[in-house]
Nanobody
Framework: QLQLVESGGGLVQAGGSLRLSCAASGRTFSRYAMGWFRQAPGKEREFVSTISGTGRYTYYEDSVKGRFTISRDNAKNTVYLQMNSLKSEDTAVYYC???????????????WGQGTQVSVSS
């Protein structure tokens, strides 16, 4: 069992930066791939990025490549999403998730946080 708690969301102007954190409970954090998803009002939850348990492998959705960076600190049971050059279309609730394998769809993950709001003003 893992419990995930996101933090770091907020309101930022276009072009600005935010760093999201997701703290996990449990002793087996490093066994899990971690993902970030987002959901804008009226839209389906969509993949943003994922990182393997060791941190060796990372993947990004095309629209965030070069702007977002996922990382993890297994000693702190935390995964991060550094978001730079934010755009209004990045506005959404951001969720972190944990699963045994990296994946691009929500069904690949077993545990979810409650979400944190990111709002980008143009």
């Amino acid at each position: 069992q893992l419990q995930l708690v996101e933090s770091g969301g907020g309101l930022v102007q276009a072009g600005g930066s935010l760093r999201l954190s997701c703290a996990a409970s449990g002793r087996t954090f490093s066994r899990y791939a971690m993902g970030w998803f987002r959901q804008a009002p009226g839209k389906e939850r969509e993949f943003v990025s994922t990182i393997s348990g060791t941190g060796r492998y990372t993947y990004y959705e095309d629209s965030v490549k070069g702007r977002f960076t996922i990382s993890r600190d297994n000693a702190k049971n935390t995964v991060y999403l550094q978001m730079n050059s934010l755009k209004s279309e990045d506005t959404a609730v951001y969720y972190c998730a944990a699963g045994l394998n990296t994946g691009w769809v929500p069904g690949s993950y077993d545990y979810w946080g409650q979400g944190t709001q990111v709002s980008v003003s143009s």
